[in-house]
């Protein structure tokens, strides 16, 4: 089996897992993390094969999207070995979907990815912020009944991942500040920082913008 042919079968095997997703981290994500992905492997000399099997399955046993995180690892890692990847090939790979979230690095220890999972990790944030971040945020916001903005609810600091992922005390609004605006600054590839820059303003100045109209200031 080539190359070419199992990362076609992990792209069918991802798009059978995510493409019902109704949080914003469907397959039309998982493609635009492809395409950065391959962006970024033209300046970084990752195993592009390990690199893009992980970027196809860097959601499908997420612990904040599915209630069986572990059942479906296992079911990664029985598919790949039907593709005939290497053991080690596949701890990798398994160990980059499983370590890249955001929440990881709340941790005291933050797990440390090889240059491949920095490159998904990179991919993966980027998609976060900007003109799509913002779309995604308030498409999950609204997903899971987060409420929009309210300014006595301040953002949340020092976080460990329980705490985070607590949306009964979160906003909208509040999710940029305790999560996407610190996104820029913890990129991993000069690739990725380049493109982070415009989309963090972005950010900020649709923020200024929102609250301007929240006050009626315009």
Request: proline letters at 3%; charged letters at 25%; aromatic letters at 8%.
């Amino acid at each position: 089996m080539t190359n070419e042919e199992q990362l076609e079968s992990i792209k069918n095997f991802s798009y059978q897992k995510m493409s019902h997703d109704a949080t914003g981290h469907n397959f039309d994500h998982i493609q635009r993390v492809i395409k950065t992905v391959k962006n970024i492997l033209k300046d970084e000399p990752a195993d592009p094969l390990v690199t893009l099997a992980a970027a196809y399955l860097h959601d499908v046993a997420d612990d904040k999207l599915v209630s069986n995180p572990q059942t479906l690892e296992n079911e990664i890692k029985d598919f790949l070995n039907q593709l005939d990847f290497s053991n080690e090939q596949i701890t990798e790979i398994l160990y980059i979907t499983h370590n890249l979230s955001f929440s990881k690095s709340l941790s005291a220890n933050p797990p440390k990815l090889s240059l491949a999972g920095q490159i998904v990790q990179d991919a993966d944030r980027l998609d976060a912020i900007g003109a799509i971040g913002i779309t995604r945020a308030i498409y999950y916001g609204g997903a899971n009944s987060e409420t929009i903005y309210d300014p006595e609810i301040r953002p949340r600091e020092k976080m460990n991942k329980s705490e985070y992922r607590n949306l009964s005390n979160e906003t909208i609004i509040n999710h940029f500040y305790e999560k996407l605006l610190k996104l820029t600054a913890m990129m991993n590839t000069e690739t990725a920082k380049k493109i982070a820059k415009n989309r963090h303003q972005y950010m900020i100045d649709f923020l200024a913008e929102f609250k301007a109209e929240w006050d009626a200031e315009k």
